[in-house]
């Protein structure tokens, strides 16, 4: 189970894939001043629980200021995942 979300939403999030060839910081919040807390590998996907803005980042997929939380205290900048959308697609985080 990931921290912070219940079983039910973790068996129902959607995957997406990370920009190729692209190791991905996550960060502990929503921009790229907070901390790093991991580096995702090359060729990863990951849930999208909610959304928050944050800094402006630029990316393979654009100029965003959306953050993924991808996890308790985890997030990733929207510009780095291919969610097929420029906007929100999913709820806004807490």
């Given amino acids: 189970m990931v921290l912070g979300v219940s079983p039910t ?3 129902a999030a959607q995957f ?3 920009a190729p060839d692209v190791r991905l910081n996550v960060r502990s919040g929503p921009g790229t001043s907070y901390t ?3 580096v995702l590998p090359e060729g990863s996907s ?3 629980f909610c959304q928050r803005p ?3 980042v630029t990316g393979p997929y654009g100029t965003s200021n959306i953050w993924d939380n991808i996890a308790n205290g ?3 900048s929207d510009a780095y995942v291919n969610t097929g959308s420029d906007g ?3 709820s ?3």
């Fill in 54 to 56: 944050g800094s402006t």
């Fill in 74 to 76: 985890q997030f990733v």
């Fill in 36 to 38: 790093i807390v991991r």
């Fill in 46 to 48: 990951v849930p999208i």
């Fill in 88 to 90: 929100y697609i999913a």
């Fill in 16 to 18: 997406y894939p990370v």
């Fill in 9 to 11: 939403a973790t068996a």
């Fill in 92 to 94: 806004r985080c807490d």
